[in-house]
């Protein structure tokens, strides 16, 4: 008898995860079928780097507790992926690759060797991705797992939040090898939809983007920058955001200004967290599960 | 859902509209031109009072870096580049208090960059 993981996810996370379908159209998997799913990791805005004890006295502890909590997975992933700003920005050069260099080598210790890095502004806007290329490699690109075709699409690496037209065309040349029922995750930091624009919570060429990819019918986006999770469509797309491993921030445009929420003593790490998406080879869903660094 | 194509007006190409709207066959009021200097990680005024439907330019200016400025609330923006006055003209057609917020990734504290539109 085949376990089906989603299950496995749905029981796991009575103890503290949060389980959210995506709401990618595709056929049902047949009841009692065999498949080989496989999941993977997505982990955001850990912002290496930052010091502001009031928001997170553990700023130095945090994102080593997230690689333990992931390594603790009882079933690892078959990939990690980092949707942006690994590090916080500097304007020092030398500091800049110093925090890079740290964070490369705390995520060293993850068990899952398959990892993959995107830059967020603080990792890449101030030298044009630069010293991220240096360590992490290429800010945009593709890679297929299981059926499953990834897109990494760089949205930071322009100060002004452009994915800019030579990265639209490339964008476009890679989707049009496709079929229209391929599944397609697309990996970003900025959201690509104006969620709130007032916040520089936007993408300013991101309807570009959607607009290449609206003719797919399988397509869900992950992607970070807004330190929470938020679940939106723009028409039959999923965009999903993750949580940070540093502060998280207010809902959108639910106060005047956009900043840190404060740490909690009561609750240490609320809001801080990682999520695993579970993909299905022989369907179009993918099940996601928020996990939270510590558990209570 | 239909995304919203943000529109965009930039610089000399806003301060040509507004020029070219002057030049009808019925006067337009003189646009009130309203200076705003960009310096990290801040605007000023960080609060501006404009009435609606009173046409004005403004002239934006950085003493440091590159920066933006976009009310999104408006649809427009404009880039600020460092040795260059560069103008954005709007008329207000609504009231409100509305954010404008820099929009182009400027340092630890771009984040906390932003001003508010008071428009009566």
Same mark, same amino acid.
């Given at each position: 008898?085949?376990?089906?993981?989603?299950?496995?996810?749905?029981? +796991?996370?009575? @103890?503290? @995860?949060?389980?959210?379908?995506?709401?990618?159209?595709?056929?049902?998997? +047949?009841a009692g079928a065999d498949y080989d799913d496989f999941y993977f990791v997505q982990l955001s805005d850990a912002h290496w780097g930052f010091n502001g004890p009031a928001v997170n006295p553990d700023a130095r502890g945090t994102l080593p507790k997230a690689i333990e909590a992931v390594n603790a997975l009882a079933e690892q992933p078959d990939f990690v992926v980092f949707t942006g700003d690994l590090t916080h920005t500097t304007d020092n050069p030398v500091e800049r690759r110093k925090?890079?260099?740290e964070f490369k080598e705390i995520v060293s210790k993850l068990k899952v060797k398959d990892v993959r890095f995107m830059p967020g502004e603080h990792d890449a806007a101030l030298d044009?991705?630069?010293?991220? @290329?240096?360590?992490?490699?290429?800010? !945009?690109?593709?890679? $297929? !797992?299981?059926?499953?075709?990834?897109? $990494?699409?760089?949205?930071?690496?322009?100060?002004?939040?452009?994915? @800019?037209?030579?990265q639209l065309a490339w964008l476009s040349a890679e989707l049009a090898r496709l079929p229209k029922d391929a599944k397609i995750v697309v990996l970003t930091h900025r959201p690509l939809f104006d969620l709130a624009p007032q916040w520089d919570w936007a993408t300013r060429d991101g309807a570009k983007a959607i607009e290449l990819l609206m003719p797919y019918e399988n397509v869900t986006v992950f992607y970070g920058h807004i330190h929470q999770e938020n679940h939106r469509m723009t028409g039959h797309i999923a965009h999903h955001s993750a949580k940070s491993l540093m502060f998280p921030l207010p809902a959108p445009m639910s106060q005047p200004k956009r900043e840190p929420i404060p740490w909690d003593a009561q609750n240490p790490y609320r809001g801080l967290g990682f999520r695993e998406v579970e993909a299905e080879e022989k369907g179009a869903k993918l099940a996601i599960t928020e996990l939270p660094v510590v558990r209570a | 859902m239909v995304i919203p194509r943000r529109r965009f007006v930039i610089g000399a190409g806003a301060a040509?509209?507004?020029?070219?709207?002057?030049?009808?066959?019925f006067a337009a009021p003189k646009p009130r031109t309203v200076k705003i200097v960009a310096r990290r990680f801040q605007?000023?005024?960080?609060?501006?009072? =404009? %009435?609606? *439907? %009173?046409?004005?330019?403004? %002239? =934006?200016?950085?003493?440091?870096?590159?920066? *933006?400025?976009?009310?999104?609330?408006?649809?427009?923006r404009s880039d600020i580049v460092p040795g260059k006055t560069m103008k =954005?003209?709007?008329?207000?057609?609504?009231?409100?208090?509305f954010t404008f917020v820099c929009d182009v990734f400027c340092g630890d504290g771009h984040e906390g960059m932003s001003g508010t539109l008071v428009v009566t």
């Open positions: 008898m085949t376990i089906d993981r989603r299950t496995f996810l749905q029981l +796991a996370a009575l @103890g503290g @995860g949060a389980v959210f379908a995506s709401s990618l159209a595709g056929a049902a998997r +047949a925090r890079m260099g044009h991705g630069k010293a991220f @290329g240096e360590h992490f490699g290429d800010t !945009h690109y593709t890679f $297929a !797992h299981k059926g499953v075709n990834f897109i $990494a699409l760089d949205n930071v690496s322009d100060p002004a939040a452009r994915i @800019g037209d030579e | 040509a509209v507004a020029a070219i709207a002057g030049a009808g066959a605007y000023t005024p960080n609060t501006v009072k =404009l %009435e609606k *439907g %009173e046409p004005v330019v403004f %002239e =934006l200016t950085t003493q440091d870096v590159f920066m *933006g400025m976009n009310i999104p609330d408006f649809g427009i =954005l003209a709007f008329t207000p057609d609504k009231a409100g208090t």
